[in-house]
C-alpha cells in the first residue's frame, strides 16, 4: 500500500511537484506569519520591561503605547502602593533621530533604576544636571556615534556622554535624555509617557496590574508582550490581518489541492475501478487517496517550512520594520506549519476520496 | 477437475438498463460448477454488462444473480465477494503502469490484507505460473502485449477465485498470442477447477468450452441448456 502511495508519486513528478508547491506556499505563509508574530511578541515584550522592570504603567485608552502621557505627580503615588519597590518615570521621543527614526528617545531621571541599569561600554553616565546624552550601543554602531561626540535630537545637539548596553533591543537601538532635558524638547513639562516599576519579591505582576489600575484610575499596566501588542491599535491591526491570511492561506491551499487530487482521481477512474474489481473495499481505496494526499502534503510542507523561514524574513524587510522585529522560528511555529500542511492535503484528500467510493466499479472502469 | 470444484452460477431475469438503453433483458441462465460457458454476440449486445453484473461491478436493476446459492451485491459493491470468489481479466490488461508485474499481482493481495513477505512469494509463485518469472520486476511498459496479458491473468488469479470471469481477454492481442493467452485460460482453469464465463467472438473459444450462449440486444439468442 506504501509502495504504492510512493511509487505514484514519484512517477507522476510533474503533477506530485505541482500539487506539494501548493501547500507549500500555503505552510511557508503561516510559518512566516507565525515567526513574525513572534518577533513582535518578543519586541513587545523588549517594550514592557524597559529598564528590566516588572511592568510598565501607560495612560488608559492610547492608540499606542508611545502616545501615553502621565503627569508627574503619578510617581508619587506609585511609590506608595506596598506592592512596589521601585517606580522611575520615562518620557518616550519617537521619531527623534533623523538619521534613523526607528530609534527611541528615553527621556529618564539620571537617578532612577532606568539610567542606573545602563551598563556603560564607552564614557560614562554624566553627572546630574548636565544635558549630556546617552547612546546605546546599537545606535552608535549604526551611526558611528562616540563618547565625547555628538548627537543630533530633535534638530539639537547634544553632547555623549557615554554608550551603554543594556540588553533589551529598543534600548540598545536608542538613547537616553535626563528626564528635564526630554520635557523640554517636547514641550511636555512635568509630563512623562510611563513608569516603570519594579515589584515586590513574591507578587505577580498581573495582580498587581490589576490593583495599580485599581488604585490610580485612568492607567494602564502592561505586564506581558500579548497585552503591550493588544494596547496598540497598529499592532491588533497587524494581528488581525495575519489571522486573515492565515485563513486566506488555509482555503486557497485547501482548494487548490482537493481540485488537483480531484483531476488525478478523475483521471485515475479505471486504474481506481480495478481496485475495486480486484475486491480492494471502498474504505481502502479511500485511504489510498487520502495516503497519496497526506504524501504529497508532507513533501510540501517539507517545501513550506524552509519557505517560510526564508519568506519571515523577507517578509519584515519589506514591511520595513526589521528595525524593531526580528522574526523568530520556534518549534512550536514549524510544527503548527506542518500540521496545516497535512491538514490541508487531508482536507483536499477527503472530496475526491469520497467520489471515488460512490462510483459503481464498472462505471469507474469505463472511465466515464 | 480439482476437487476445489467453483461455484455454480445462476441468473434468474436479469435486466439491466443505462437510461435509455436496455443493456439486458430477463436473461436467465445457469453455469454449473466448473462448467466453462463462451459468451458471443455482436458488439453492443450486452456481453460485458453480462459479466459485469455476475462479478457485482454494478447492480442489476431487474432480476437477481446467485453465486452459489448467495445473492450477489447484497453489499455496496460487493467488494469482499469479489475478493473471495471472482477473478476478471478484460480485453485491456488494467495493470498499474507505475508497479512492476510481481506488485501488480500483488495488488488484489493488498485487498485482502496479506502481508508484504506472503504477498511477494504468492506473486512469484503465480507469475511463474503464467511463464514469466524472469519479468517479475519489469513494468508494464517493458513487456509485450500478450505478455501484459499473463500478468493480468496472474493478477485475476491471486485470490484463488473459484470464479473466473474473462471478458475478451484476447481481443487486443494477435492470433498467435491469443492462442497462448487462451491456452493458459483454459489450463489454469482445468487444473483449479474453476467455473470460468469468458466472452469472446473466437470460434477456437467456443470449441474449448463446455457450452456456448449468444446475446442479442440484451436477450439470449439460444434457449440456455
Ligand atoms: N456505463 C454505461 N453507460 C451507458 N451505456 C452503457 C454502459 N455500459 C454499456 N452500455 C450500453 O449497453 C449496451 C451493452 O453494452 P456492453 O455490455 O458493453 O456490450 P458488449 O460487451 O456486448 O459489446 C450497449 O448499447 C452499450 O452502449
Ligand atoms: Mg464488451
Known amino acids: 500500500m506504501l ?8 512517477r507522476r513528478p510533474a503533477r506530485t511537484v505541482f500539487t506539494a508547491a501548493g501547500i507549500a506556499v500555503g505552510v511557508a505563509m503561516v510559518v512566516a506569519l507565525l515567526a513574525f508574530t513572534r518577533g513582535l511578541q518578543k519586541t513587545a ?14 495612560q488608559a485608552n492610547v492608540s499606542e503605547p508611545t502616545t501615553s502621557l502621565l503627569p508627574a505627580s503619578l510617581v508619587g503615588r506609585l511609590q ?4 512596589l519597590t521601585r517606580a522611575t518615570p520615562l518620557l518616550l521621543v519617537v521619531e527623534a533621530i533623523k538619521a534613523e527614526p526607528a530609534a527611541i528617545v528615553f527621556g529618564a531621571e ?14 560614562a553616565q554624566a553627572p546630574g544636571g548636565a544635558r549630556a546624552a546617552l547612546v546605546g550601543d546599537r545606535l552608535a554602531a549604526q551611526l558611528h556615534l562616540r563618547a565625547g561626540g555628538l548627537v543630533t535630537i530633535k534638530g539639537r545637539s547634544y553632547p555623549i556622554a557615554g554608550i551603554y548596553h543594556s540588553g533589551i533591543y529598543f534600548e540598545d537601538a536608542g ?11 517636547t514641550g511636555h513639562p512635568g509630563e512623562e509617557t510611563d513608569v516603570v516599576v519594579d515589584l515586590a519579591a513574591g507578587v505577580r505582576a498581573s495582580s498587581a496590574g490589576t490593583a495599580i489600575e485599581r488604585a490610580v484610575p485612568g492607567t494602564r499596566v502592561i505586564t506581558d508582550p500579548e497585552q ?8 491588533t491591526l497587524i494581528s488581525q490581518a495575519i489571522l486573515v491570511i492565515v485563513v486566506i492561506a488555509l482555503i486557497v491551499g485547501g482548494l487548490s489541492v482537493a481540485n488537483t487530487m480531484a ?4 483521471e485515475r477512474r479505471s486504474e481506481l475501478g480495478l481496485l475495486s474489481t480486484v475486491g480492494w473495499s471502498p474504505a481502502r481505496i479511500a485511504v489510498l487517496i487520502f495516503g497519496e494526499g497526506v504524501g504529497v502534503s508532507m513533501v510540501g510542507a517539507a517545501g513550506g517550512l524552509l519557505l517560510g523561514v526564508v519568506g519571515g524574513r523577507l517578509l519584515v524587510g519589506a514591511l520595513g520594520v526589521s528595525a524593531y522585529v526580528s522574526p523568530a522560528i520556534t518549534a512550536w511555529g514549524l510544527g503548527r506549519g506542518l500540521l496545516i500542511g497535512v491538514a490541508i492535503g487531508m482536507l483536499g484528500g477527503i472530496y475526491p476520496a469520497w467520489r471515488v467510493t460512490r462510483m459503481t466499479p464498472l462505471r469507474a472502469l469505463a472511465g466515464t | 477437475m480439482s476437487p476445489a470444484a467453483g461455484p455454480e452460477v445462476v441468473l434468474e431475469g436479469v435486466g439491466k438498463r443505462f437510461g435509455t438503453i436496455t443493456a439486458l433483458r430477463d436473461v436467465s441462465l445457469r453455469a454449473a460448477p466448473g462448467e466453462a460457458v463462451a459468451v458471443t454476440g455482436r458488439s453492443g449486445s450486452g456481453k460485458s454488462t453480462l459479466l459485469a453484473l455476475i462479478g457485482g461491478l454494478d447492480q442489476p436493476d431487474a432480476g437477481r444473480i446467485l453465486i452459489d446459492g448467495r445473492a450477489v451485491w447484497t453489499e455496496r459493491h460487493d467488494a469482499r465477494t469479489r475478493r473471495e470468489l471472482v477473478g476478471f481479466v478484460f480485453q485491456r490488461h488494467l495493470l498499474l503502469e507505475t508497479l512492476s508485474a510481481r506488485a501488480n499481482v500483488e495488488v488484489p493481495l493488498i485487498g485482502a490484507g496479506m502481508n508484504h513477505r506472503a504477498r511477494r512469494r504468492r506473486a512469484l509463485e503465480l507469475l ?9 520486476e519489469h513494468v508494464p511498459a517493458a513487456l509485450s502485449g500478450g505478455e501484459r496479458q499473463r500478468v493480468a491473468v496472474a493478477r485475476a488469479l491471486a485470490n484463488e477465485p473459484r470464479l473466473l470471469l474473462a471478458d475478451e481477454p484476447t481481443g487486443a492481442l494477435d492470433t498467435a498470442t491469443s492462442e497462448t493467452v487462451l491456452d493458459l485460460i483454459f489450463q489454469l482453469r482445468d487444473q483449479r477447477g474453476m467455473t470460468l464465463v469468458i466472452v469472446s467472438y473466437d470460434e477456437a473459444v467456443s470449441v474449448r468450452a463446455d457450452r456456448t450462449i449468444s446475446l442479442l440486444d440484451g436477450a439470449l439468442a439460444t434457449a440456455p441448456a
Do not use: C, Y
Request: aromatic content about 6%; hydrophobic content about 55%.
Open chain 2, 128 to 136: 511463474a505460473d503464467v511463464g514469466l518469472a524472469e519479468r517479475a
Open chain 1, 175 to 185: 538613547a537616553v535624555l535626563p528626564l528635564s532635558v526630554a520635557q523640554q524638547l
Open chain 1, 263 to 266: 483531476m488525478s482521481v478523475m
Open chain 1, 3 to 10: 509502495n504504492i502511495v510512493i511509487t505514484n508519486l514519484w
Open chain 1, 110 to 123: 539620571p537617578s532612577g533604576f532606568f539610567t542606573k541599569s545602563l551598563v556603560m561600554v564607552e564614557g
Open chain 1, 45 to 58: 515584550a523588549g517594550f514592557v520591561h524597559l529598564g528590566g522592570s516588572g511592568l510598565g504603567v501607560f
Open chain 1, 80 to 83: 506608595k502602593l506596598p506592592l
Open chain 1, 228 to 235: 503591550a501588542l493588544r494596547v496598540g491599535a497598529n499592532a
